[in-house]
C-alpha cells in the first residue's frame, strides 16, 4: 500500500493543510504510518499523541494512532491540551517521541502535525522523507497498543516549581485555543488577580484570529487590561506555543523586546551565557544582551532551526519575532508560552520595575511591522541570492545567516524568503523615521532590481 501527500503540506518544520482540500484522516494514517517507520528504524518504540481544540482534531488524531499502531508503535493519549503539553509528556514520560494534532496559529479550518523523536524536532528534510516513504510504501509493520496518560497536574505544578514572582493583576486572554482549561487552572495557583478572556475551547475562533502577534487580535486584551486598570496582559496563540503581551498602557511587548526582559535573571544565574533570537530581531536586544554579559547570537528564523542551535551552542534561552520563547534553563529547551508568561511575572518581579516602566526605558526605535509579498516559489530563494549578490557589489555591511540583514548608519533592514509560503519577508528599523524611510527605499530599490514590486494586497 502506497499514499501520496499534497506536497503543499509537507513543510519546512510541520505538516500542515487545509481539512477537507488538502489534508484528510487518510493523510493522517499513512503520516502515522511513516513516521512509524521513521522510529522503528531508530529503535523507537513508544510515542505520546496530543491534540488541540480544533473541530477535526479527534478524527485526525484517530487516523494518526491508527497508522502509529499499524506501523508497530505503542501510543500514549495525553489528550486535548497545548502543544507544550505534548512535548512535556515526550520529556517526562517513557516514550521517545510524541505527535501533536495541531494548525498552530492557522485559521478553524487548517490542522497538521508537529512531530518530536528521540530529542530533536522532525524538521526538513526529515519531513520530506515521511512523503517519501508513504509513496514507495515503505513502512513497518506491527500491532501497537493504546493507552492514555494525564500529565497536565504534573505539567502545571512543574510551570510553578521556584515560581518566586509578585502578585500582580494580569489579563489573559487564550483565544479560543487549545491552552483555556489548562490556564484557567494554572490561574487557581498563580498568586494575584486574574482576569481571562476566551478560555473556553473552541476550533471555530469566534471572537478573533488565534494569533498574538498581529496586534489587531490583542484588542480586546488591550480593552480588558484598560477597563480593569491591569499591570499588564498576556495572550496565547491556537495551540499556546507562542505568547504575545501587552503593558499596563497597552503597548504590545514584541516577542524581541520579550527576551531582553526574560534574559536578566537567566544571564544572573548562567553568567555569560548564549541568548539566540532570530535574524528578524531587534538590533537592541542583541546589544542589551552583550551589555548584560551575554553571548548574543543571531540565528535563522523557524523553531525547528532555533532548537537545534540551542542544543549545539548550550543556550539556556532563545527566542524569535514571532513569539516563541525557548527556555532550557529550568526547563526542557521546547517553546512554552505558558512557561514564558510565568517566568515574564518572575522577570519583571525580579526587575523591581513594572513591566510598563521596562517597556518605557527601552532604547527608542522606530520598526516596520513584519512585511510580507507575494513571490513564485521558484523566485524567492533566487531572488534573495541577487540581492545578496548585488550587496556584495556595492560592499554593503551584510549577514547573511538567513536572508540578507544590511546594516547601515540609519539602522538595519533584513529580506528573507519564508520557508513555510510563498512570500518574502522584510523589516526594518531605525533611530527615526527619516531613517527608516531610507531603509524603505532601499528595500523597494533592490526589490525593483528584482523585478519584485510590493503590492497592494501585500500583508505584514
Request: charged share 20%.
Given at each position: 500500500m502506497t499514499h501520496q501527500f499534497d506536497r503543499s503540506i509537507l513543510r519546512e518544520y510541520d505538516v500542515r493543510g487545509v481539512v477537507g482540500k488538502t489534508l484528510g484522516e487518510d493523510d493522517a494514517r499513512a503520516l502515522g504510518r511513516s513516521y512509524a517507520a521513521l522510529a522503528a528504524s531508530e529503535g523507537a518504540t513508544k510515542v505520546a499523541v496530543g491534540r488541540d481544540g480544533r473541530t477535526h482534531s479527534p478524527a485526525m488524531e484517530a487516523a494518526l494512532i491508527d497508522g502509529l499502531t499499524?506501523?508497530?508503535?505503542?501510543?500514549?493519549?495525553?489528550?486535548?491540551?497545548?502543544?507544550?503539553?505534548?512535548?512535556?509528556?515526550?520529556?517526562?514520560?517513557?516514550?521517545q517521541g510524541g505527535i501533536q494534532v495541531t494548525?498552530?496559529?492557522?485559521p478553524g479550518d487548517y490542522n497538521g502535525f508537529k512531530m518530536l523523536l528521540n530529542g530533536r524536532s522532525v524538521f526538513g528534510a526529515e519531513i520530506q522523507d515521511l512523503g517519501r516513504r508513504a509513496a514507495a510504501g515503505d513502512w513497518s509493520e506491527g500491532q501497537g497498543k493504546v493507552s492514555d496518560a494525564d500529565v497536565s497536574d504534573a505539567y502545571i505544578d512543574a510551570l510553578l516549581k521556584n515560581f518566586d514572582g509578585n502578585a500582580y493583576r494580569i489579563g489573559w486572554d487564550a483565544g479560543n485555543g487549545a491552552a483555556g482549561p489548562i490556564l484557567e487552572r494554572l490561574l487557581d495557583k498563580l498568586p494575584g488577580e486574574h482576569h481571562s478572556l476566551y478560555t473556553e475551547v473552541d476550533g471555530t475562533f469566534p471572537n478573533h484570529h488565534p494569533d498574538p502577534t498581529v496586534e489587531k487580535n490583542l484588542g480586546d486584551l488591550k480593552r480588558l487590561v484598560a477597563e480593569k486598570g491591569l499591570d499588564f496582559g498576556i495572550a496565547f496563540d491556537g495551540d499556546a506555543?507562542?505568547?504575545?503581551a501587552v503593558d499596563g498602557e497597552g503597548r504590545v511587548i514584541w516577542g524581541d523586546q520579550l527576551v531582553m526582559i526574560l534574559a536578566g535573571p537567566v544571564l544572573q544565574a548562567l553568567p555569560g551565557s548564549t541568548i539566540i533570537a532570530d535574524v528578524k530581531a531587534s538590533q537592541t536586544l542583541f546589544d542589551r544582551i552583550a551589555e548584560m554579559g551575554g553571548q548574543p547570537l543571531m540565528w535563522k528564523t523557524g523553531h525547528s532551526l532555533i532548537k537545534a542551535k540551542m542544543k549545539e551552542t548550550g543556550s539556556p534561552l532563545a527566542g524569535e519575532m514571532s513569539g516563541h520563547i525557548f527556555y532550557k534553563h529550568e526547563w526542557y529547551g521546547f517553546d512554552d508560552a505558558l512557561n514564558a508568561a510565568?517566568?515574564?511575572?518572575?522577570?519583571?518581579?525580579?526587575?523591581?520595575?513594572?513591566?510598563?516602566?521596562?517597556?518605557?526605558?527601552?532604547?527608542?526605535?522606530?520598526?516596520?511591522?513584519?512585511?510580507?509579498?507575494?513571490?513564485d516559489e521558484a523566485r524567492k530563494f533566487a531572488a534573495v541570492k541577487e540581492v545578496a549578490a548585488r550587496l556584495a557589489a556595492e560592499g554593503a555591511a551584510v549577514d547573511a545567516t538567513d536572508g540578507v540583514r544590511v546594516k547601515t548608519d540609519d539602522g538595519w533592514w533584513l529580506l528573507r524568503a519564508s520557508n513555510t509560503q510563498d512570500v518574502l519577508v522584510a523589516r526594518a528599523e531605525a533611530k527615526d523615521q527619516v531613517g527608516l524611510d531610507r531603509l524603505m527605499a532601499d528595500i523597494d530599490r533592490q526589490l525593483a532590481l528584482s523585478g519584485i514590486e510590493l503590492g497592494d494586497d501585500d500583508t505584514h
Open positions: 499499524a506501523g508497530g508503535l505503542d501510543v500514549v493519549r495525553v489528550g486535548m491540551g497545548p502543544s507544550p503539553l505534548l512535548y512535556f509528556a515526550v520529556a517526562t514520560l517513557d516514550v494548525g498552530s496559529h492557522n506555543d507562542r505568547i504575545g510565568i517566568r515574564l511575572i518572575r522577570a519583571v518581579s525580579a526587575s523591581g520595575k513594572s513591566l510598563t516602566q521596562l517597556k518605557s526605558e527601552m532604547p527608542i526605535s522606530v520598526a516596520t511591522p513584519e512585511m510580507r509579498f507575494q513571490v
